[in-house]
Structures are given as C-alpha cells and as structure tokens.
C-alpha cells in the first residue's frame, strides 16, 4: 500500500517568514494529494489540494507544488502570521482506490509554530 | 461547518468495558469515516462506511466494530476496551466521493485505565 513520509515534525519560523513542508509516497499510482490543517482541540481542515495533471497551485498565501517523478509534495506558506500556527497534515490517495476516502494515507504531521 | 457531531467528547473508561462512539452528520453524505489519531501515528483509518448497512474495514480495524442502520449516524463500538485503544477519534464525512475530499468532526477523545 502506500507510504507517505512527512518532513520536518516540528518546524518554528519567524513572523513573516516562509515555511515550507515536504512529503514523500510511495505508490506511484497516486494523483490526488491534499493538505490538512489541524488547530488545537479541532479536527483537521483542508486548506489545499493537487491532482496529479497539475505542478503547482496556489491558494493566496498557500501553495502546492507536485514532483512526479520524485514523488515528493510540498506545502509553502508564504508571510506566515501567528494563526499559521497547527499541525499539518499531507496525505496521498491512489487514483485506483475509487469512491471514496478510504484510500487515502496520511503522513505523521508537522507541527508549525509561528514566532512573534 | 460541514454539520458533523461527535459524542461524546470526552470519555473515561476502564480496560473491559464496552464503549459506543456516536457520529452525526446532517448533510445526508454517502460516505462516512472514522479515525484514530495518536501522537507519531498521524491519522489511521478505522472503518469506513459508503451508505446504510455498508461497511468495510481501515487499516487499524482490529478490536473496532461499526453500524450505520441510517445515513445520518455512524457507530464506531469498541466491544472491550484495551489501554491501547487510548486516543482521539475523529469522525469524517466525504461529500463528494471521487475527490477524497474529507470533513472532520471535532474529535472523540477517549481514555481507557
């Protein structure tokens, strides 16, 4: 099945700057690849996502980019403010999966902390 | 708001006994699911349900059950709790089934002593 690996854990930037958030799979059959954020004591939101027909998208502040060949994705989050502050979560889904969520892995979540 | 609600919310419970969590959606989406998330485990599929009576299996199934005999509520039953079944589970709906796209609950937060 497929292995979706996320980098950093945890990753502190300063007010203003960018973070970005990387994550690799496994199963090259994937083309759909979400990113969820999750605030304190809330289930997990998503903010962005990419096919697999796709590169790049972009999302006002936010933006996905889509290797293929190296089978990583990422997440840049430009001008971070303080409410940037969550867990972040990557996840992967193989285009043969069908109906449904159900195959869609989740990698282990970066936690972002923004410094004032 | 997708309309989703998880009960309870927070549950204390000891190794032995039968615990039911409750997931309510008032969208009337097909596709319902929960989850389990623990600390470096991310979040890992239980059960999934794509309408009334149909259910199948996630990738940490063992020592959960599910019913869903209408499609506004889904239940996840832990038929003997174990220490191990310590965690958040979060209930999801996906209203459009080819995307993936997911709506989470708030969270079920059970311990188990």
């Known amino acids: 099945g497929e292995n979706v690996e996320q980098h950093p854990s945890t990753l502190s930037v300063q007010e203003g700057d960018s973070a970005v958030i990387k994550c690799t799979y496994s199963?090259?059959?994937?083309?759909?690849f979400p990113w969820y954020k999750q605030e304190l004591g809330k289930g997990p939101q998503l903010i962005i996502d990419?096919?697999?027909?796709?590169g790049e998208k972009k999302d006002q502040r936010i933006a996905v980019t889509l290797n293929k060949t190296a089978k990583h994705f990422s997440l840049h989050i430009t001008e971070t403010q303080p409410e940037d502050s969550a867990v972040y979560f990557c996840?992967?889904?193989?285009?043969?999966?069908?109906?449904?969520?159900?195959?869609?892995?989740f990698g282990k979540g970066t936690h972002l902390i923004i410094q004032p | 708001d997708a309309g989703i609600t998880q009960s309870p919310r927070h549950k204390v419970t000891e190794t032995g006994t039968p615990v039911t969590l409750r997931c309510h959606q008032t969208?009337?989406?097909?596709?319902m699911y929960w989850y389990r998330q623990d600390p470096g485990h991310g979040l890992r599929l239980i059960h999934y349900?794509?309408?009334?009576?149909?259910?199948d299996k996630g990738e940490v199934s063992d020592g959960y059950s599910v019913s869903r005999s209408k499609t506004e509520d889904f239940l996840l039953t832990l038929e003997s709790a174990t220490s191990s079944q310590t965690s958040v589970y979060f209930c999801?709906?996906?209203?459009?089934?080819?995307?993936?796209?997911?709506?989470f609950g708030e969270g079920s937060r059970l311990t188990v002593l």
């Open positions: 999801a709906i996906s209203p459009r089934g080819d995307t993936g796209e997911l709506f």
């Open positions: 199963d090259s059959a994937s083309n759909y």
């Open positions: 990419i096919r697999s027909n796709v």
């Open positions: 996840a992967a889904r193989p285009f043969y999966s069908g109906g449904g969520a159900d195959g869609l892995t």
């Open positions: 969208e009337n989406h097909r596709y």
């Open positions: 349900s794509y309408g009334v009576k149909d259910t």
